[in-house]
């Protein structure tokens, strides 16, 4: 029998450097030119992430004749500080916050008019801005609907949207975005980053993962191509730089992520900067950080997908690098084995595992960091033979010695889960069932020096067959 377990790790960022510093290998690989047969569709956390990351690929893919569609998750209207600049006033008001979210769907219909991008090419999902993660994790089966804490709405209020009258759920916007991925069957999708600090960026790639999964059977598999938008000091400089090019975060450089990019002509690049500044609401506040995206290219990357045996003899070799953002651990080598012996080299300071129907987290402290030190993590299970929204959504927050379970808000029984704790390791076993037994795992982790947030890994996808 096969099994398949994916773990994604996700950077929750803190301390992303942003120096620019080329790939170790000084290459950035092109960006395949787009055809005429090409179905193109861009997932937008909110408006003005298409503009600001795949402007110049809108162009170029509309250019060649391809058919190019843009999905926004939300309208974006949780961004006080802008709605304060923008409209000069400070309201709390239901109807504020929805006029906001309309300011924005117009904004965008605009900048990618001016990009070539008719209106009826773009979908409106309009799900709660800076709620999407909280879905994700608790609100699957509950009966009752996510409530913005702001808005107090708990169904899409926009009536030009999609997905008008759906709950907040997690079951709606997989289904919404499944019907988008089965009506247009893009072959080519442009995706907000694992690694991106923003929640509603994470959660966007999430729901992708999932939705693919659950489509597999009908679906060519499209390629997939995350970009990066939120990452502590980066881009830098911070200003509209057109002669500059966008060059990866520092902690990014030997983490295996294989970029790529695209080059924008003078024209593309001025379209793209005309389009920007169309998002009128939002560079009146943040022009110098949305603009330092109008540059000489536009990055994708992704880990490469890994494949281990269970059976097979671990190598110190077998997984990449993965990105991490602070001092606690070096970049980790990770593997996927039997026995922690020989796992992985001496550099690693994270490594994954399964044995005996277990799923494995180990982690080695850095010496620079004393005392002691805890994790909060995230798993989700996925399976083929069971719907998504059955299957547990899985937190584990340890403090020293202790722990605690949840799937959802449900607090579950610590039988099973082990923790061992050494003087410069931490490890955890958590059963395969408690996880629904699954084909694979979406999983966070986070870690903690006392009660300060220390470190936190990129998604990744780790597949296992055994």
Known sequence: MCKKIAVFLFCLGVGCAGAQTPPADGKIS?????????????????PDDETIACAGVIQQALA????????????????????????????????????????????????MKSLGLSEDRLIF?????????????????????????????????????????????????????????????????????????????????????VALADLDTYLLQPKVYPYLVHCVGWPVPRRYHPELSLIPPEKFIDSQVAWQEYVLTPQELEKKHQAVLAYKSQTQSSAF??????????????????????????????????????????????????????????????????????????????QEIHGRFSIACYLF?????????????????????RL????????????????????????IRVPLALLGNPDFVLASLKTYAGVLPVNAVSFRKITLTQ
């Open 289 to 366: 950080y949305l603009l330092a995206f109008a540059r000489k290219n536009e990055l994708f990357g992704d880990c490469p997908q890994i494949n281990f045996s269970a059976t097979a003899a671990p190598a110190a070799d077998q997984g990449p690098f993965l990105p991490v953002f602070s001092n606690m651990f070096t970049d980790s080598t990770i593997g996927v084995m039997g026995d922690f012996g020989n796992a992985i080299d001496e550099q690693g300071r994270v490594s994954y595992g399964v044995k005996d129907g277990a799923f494995l987290i180990r982690i080695q402290k850095n």
């Open 64 to 111: 060649a004749g391809a058919d190019v569609r843009v999905a926004y998750l939300t309208n974006g209207e949780h961004n006080e500080l802008a709605f304060i600049v923008y409209e000069k006033r400070i309201t709390l008001r239901q109807g504020e916050f929805i006029h906001m979210g309309e300011v924005r769907r117009q904004e965008s219909i605009a900048a």
């Open 381 to 401: 299970g996925y399976s083929h033979h069971r719907p998504f929204a059955e299957m547990p959504k899985i937190r584990i927050i340890t403090r020293h010695t």
């Open 30 to 46: 092109p960006l395949e030119p787009f055809k005429k047969t090409d179905c193109v569709l861009i997932l937008a956390p909110h």
């Open 125 to 209: 999902l309009g799900y709660p801005d800076f709620g999407t993660f909280t879905i994700f994790r608790e609100f699957w089966r509950t009966g009752r609907p996510f409530k913005d804490i702001l808005t107090r709405i708990s169904t899409v209020p926009y009536k030009e949207d999609f997905s008008y009258g759906a709950p907040y759920t997690g079951e709606s916007i997989l289904a919404d975005l499944k019907a988008i991925l089965t009506r247009y069957r893009p072959n080519k999708i442009f995706v907000s980053h694992p690694a991106d600090v923003n929640a509603d960026h994470k959660t966007l790639y999430l729901f992708l993962q």
């Open 404 to 427: 605690k379970i949840f799937d959802g808000k449900k607090i579950l029984p610590t039988d099973g889960v082990a923790l061992e704790l050494q003087r410069k390791e931490l490890t």
